[in-house]
């Protein structure tokens, strides 16, 4: 695929809370590594959604902003919702939800990764090592239920479980491409596959079809794990973790433990992949409890822009988009294990602002 223009368009959806806060950090940063790395120029084009513009005009995701996402070349996502801020039926506001269904972005990715310099969450030294990636599937699973669930005579209340043989290959054939392109210490890629097989049907369909992808990739490895045992040893030892895969609802809450092993939200990136589209977003939600404050670290939101960088240099083959996502990555590491800046997440004292201006300022130190 080539470039339309000579500009990329960027979808930019700030949200609430401390998306707010983070995303034009985010921007400042991509615009000064972007530059640094001679890479195409890219248009941030900045759409209303959440919950704070359902409360100004009664729509969350307005028609305009989904239609600008579908044009645009990326998305780039803050965090959206609002305790305070429902739906009529009491819902929340949850429109990353409606995206991923609307533009097929069955895939999400979340790479956990421990960076020099924070404190160890666990005590183990080879926590030091951890290095894994989460694939969630996100179109389908328990998710699937999402509207369609029913309370009978209010004695009963039933959820539906989808697991369909296409959602379940897309994104195991996804999970094994991220295997491959991972250089894992010399080691083949290994993608282990995280169900619940011994007790139900659709799970046993799912592990059968991973099985049968991965009979397509003897260059890797394969294993599975009942999430039960999968969620004992993500604590125990996730430095033997590579890439998992897993269905949308074990995904959704394994990606949290996940973030809260590398000690918080505030350090893990992620993105919603699907055949056309791409989605960018840290993996944290909007904090109420420090919203406003100025104090949130905007690391995640730095590490998912990098992602994005990457996948739109393999998809319009401009590899300089790639250098500048190396600076960006490079810079939070220089950033950290310099100490040059403590996020006070983690018990330092820089705020959003401060991380920002050392980030960029670490941008030439990453060179
Ligand atoms: P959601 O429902 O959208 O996932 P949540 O309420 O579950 O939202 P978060 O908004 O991710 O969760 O917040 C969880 C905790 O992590 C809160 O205490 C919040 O302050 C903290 N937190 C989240 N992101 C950051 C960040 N970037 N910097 C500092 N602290 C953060
Ligand atoms: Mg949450």
């Known amino acids: 695929m080539t470039m339309k223009n000579d500009t990329l368009t960027i979808a930019v959806l700030p949200g609430d809370g401390i998306g707010r806060e983070v995303m034009p950090a985010c921007l400042e940063l991509v615009n000064a590594a972007t530059t640094m790395a001679g890479a195409p120029a890219l248009a941030f084009q900045t759409h209303n959604a959440g919950a704070q513009y359902y409360a100004e005009s009664g729509d969350a995701l307005p028609a305009s902003t989904l239609d600008a996402c579908r044009k645009s070349d990326a998305i780039l996502f803050g965090a959206m919702g609002w305790p305070d801020i429902r739906f009529p039926d009491g819902t929340e506001i949850i429109p990353q939800l409606d995206l991923r269904m609307e533009l097929g972005l069955f895939a999400g990715v979340r790479p956990i990764r421990w960076f020099p310099g924070l404190p160890r969450v666990l005590t183990d030294p080879r926590a030091e090592q951890i290095d894994f990636v989460l694939v969630r599937e996100q179109t389908e699973g328990l998710f699937y239920a999402r509207g369609r669930g029913e309370i009978r005579n209010d004695e009963e209340a039933y959820d539906t479980m989808q697991i369909t043989r296409s959602g379940t290959q897309r994104v195991t054939e996804f999970a094994f491409d991220i295997a491959r392109q991972r250089k894992r210490r010399g080691k083949p890629g290994n993608v282990t596959c995280v169900d619940k097989a011994n007790v139900f049907q659709s799970m046993a369909f799912f592990r059968k079809v ?61 993105a919603d992949i699907g055949d056309k589209h791409g989605l960018f977003q840290p993996a944290h939600g909007t904090a109420p409890d420090i919203a406003g404050k100025g104090c949130a670290n905007p690391s995640a939101m730095f590490l998912s822009a990098a992602m994005m960088l990457d996948w739109l240099a393999a998809k319009f083959g401009q590899p300089t988009l790639a250098d500048a996502a190396r600076l960006m990555e490079g810079a939070v590491e220089h950033t950290l294990s310099t100490k040059l800046a403590i996020p006070m997440e983690y018990g330092g004292n820089a705020n959003c602002a401060e991380m920002t201006r050392s980030v960029i300022s670490s941008l030439s130190a990453a060179r």
């Open 210 to 270: 991973f099985d049968e992808v991965a009979d397509r990739h003897s260059d890797l490895t394969k294993d599975h794990a009942y999430v039960d045992a999968l969620a004992l040893n993500m604590v125990k030892k996730p430095w033997t973790f590579d890439v998992l895969v897993t269905e949308n609802m074990f995904g959704d809450i394994l990606s949290d433990l996940a973030a809260g092993l590398i000690g918080g939200m505030g350090m893990a990136p992620s």
